[in-house]
């Protein structure tokens, strides 16, 4: 006779006389049932039980192996003396296998056979569980429906799920329950597998969606019929199944109204470099300025930093601050060339007072510094009598698209000569 593991059976006697009997037998035990029959038992042990009528004797069930009944002695109401059974003739030993039960854990694995469950994946202590926290490249769970190239590619980059089987007796069938954070569960049978593993193939819907699923096995069974349930509540890793979680890898692009989104990416000292951040916050950044690695954590969709000295920005990585495997997306489109304002001065950068007489011409020097060409506007004032007051524009002239670093006011008239705008190749001051 065979049984499956846990399932507990009857053993029927013949017995007559006046009942309740009294039967004494020996239970012996091999934990390995293809030894020989003539070899020694693992463990023997004599019983005793009363029994009714119908007469029956409970067998084994909790633990695999090959089981061997062997009555002993029996005894009634009448001959109470017990009296060895060997001698009535009658058959005395019935041997009983317990079949282990299909056991089967689910295991995930990324891409190249390394286990994301067992040695990197997170347990959860309160849910009996493991996690699997899969980071994507934005855009990988987003094809168009219907598209069966666009599916493959996408499962490209997933996690593979299976199910592994104890030694056992297959083909086995199993059943596992899909939970999603929000939607309705669903149970994937994956039936008549062949080997000791198998992959585990969850519907198209479900892995299309960034979020978080619970993934665990409802019943095994195997090619003798012996079924194996599994109960969440028991506590154990297979009952608890895995849980995941899809997130896709965060972006950054430069906000339109900023000078990040020059196409020539070239700035000025002063511009407010400002990007738009996309995907699961808080984030982290990664930036380089001047060759300095520096990092910090953005809990706001605009992640902005002022170009405050010249030389290169660079935005080299974003994260997911809190995700348990660090996912990222790393840039090479994001480097700026931070030009300082150009800058011009009148004669010596000094005041100069210098008296004109009539007929005679000033020359006032003009000296850039940037990268032409240039332009500039510079006025002429009338003198105030006051230092403080700002006095009246007698002249303005623009000069544009000078490509020396020097340039010459001649004059005879009398005034006040500033510099009021100054532009280069790249920045201009002041900003428009």
């Known amino acids: 006779a065979a049984s499956a593991e846990t399932v507990a059976g009857l053993l029927p006697l013949g017995l007559s006389g006046a009942g309740p009997w009294r039967v004494e037998y020996f239970v012996d035990y091999w934990a390995d049932d293809t030894v020989q029959r003539d070899s020694v038992p693992d463990r023997s042990t004599l019983r005793s039980a009363l029994v009714l009528d ?11 192996g090959r089981y061997r009944y062997r009555l002993y002695t029996v005894s009634d109401e009448r001959y109470t003396r017990p009296q060895p ?13 317990v079949t282990r039960s299909p056991a089967a854990v689910l295991r995930a694995y990324s891409k190249d056979g390394k286990p994301l469950v067992g040695n990197g994946g997170l347990f959860n202590r309160r849910s009996r569980s493991q996690s699997v926290t899969h980071c994507l490249a934005p855009g990988q769970l987003a094809p168009t429906s219907g598209e069966s190239a666009a599916w493959a590619r996408a499962r490209d980059h997933l996690p593979e799920f299976r199910i592994e089987f104890s030694p056992g007796h297959p083909p086995f069938d199993a059943w596992v329950e899909v939970l999603p954070a929000s939607g309705k569960t669903e149970v994937v049978e994956v039936l008549a597998i062949p ?43 297979v009952g608890g199944g895995i849980d995941i979680e899809y997130i896709e890898a965060p972006t950054v692009r430069p906000a339109s109204s900023s000078p990040a989104s020059r196409p020539d990416r070239s700035v000025c000292v002063g511009d407010i470099l400002a990007f738009d951040l996309r995907g699961l916050g808080p984030w982290s950044i990664d930036y380089l300025y001047n060759n300095a690695r520096r990092s910090t954590t953005a809990t706001k969709r605009l992640f902005r930093r002022i170009a405050d000295v010249p030389g290169n920005f660079t935005l080299s990585r ?57 332009t500039f506007t510079w006025q002429r004032r009338a003198l105030a009598s006051d230092s403080n007051a700002k006095s009246k524009v007698l002249e303005s002239h623009t000069v544009k698209d000078l490509d020396a670093y020097e340039y010459t006011i001649t004059t005879s008239s009398e005034g006040t000569f500033e510099v009021t705008f100054v532009q280069d190749h790249y920045c201009q001051y002041p900003k428009a």
């Open 54 to 64: 119908p007469a029956v004797l409970p067998i084994e069930g909790r633990a695999p």
């Open 85 to 97: 059974i060997a001698k009535l003739g009658d058959v005395v030993a019935v041997e009983h296998t």
């Open 195 to 237: 080997g000791h593993s198998h992959p585990v193939v969850l519907p198209d819907h479900v892995v299309s969606r960034i979020g978080r699923y619970h993934l665990r096995l409802l019943r095994t069974r195997d090619a003798l019929g012996c079924e194996h349930r599994y109960d969440s509540s028991a506590g154990d890793l």
């Open 318 to 374: 974003v994260c997911h601050h809190n995700a348990a495997n660090d996912c990222c997306s790393e840039f090479d489109d994001l480097s700026y060339a931070v030009n300082d304002i150009p800058r011009i001065r009148v004669g010596r950068g000094v005041d100069v007072h210098q008296d004109i007489l009539e007929g005679d011409l000033v020359h006032i020097p003009l000296y850039l510094t940037g990268r032409p060409p240039f």
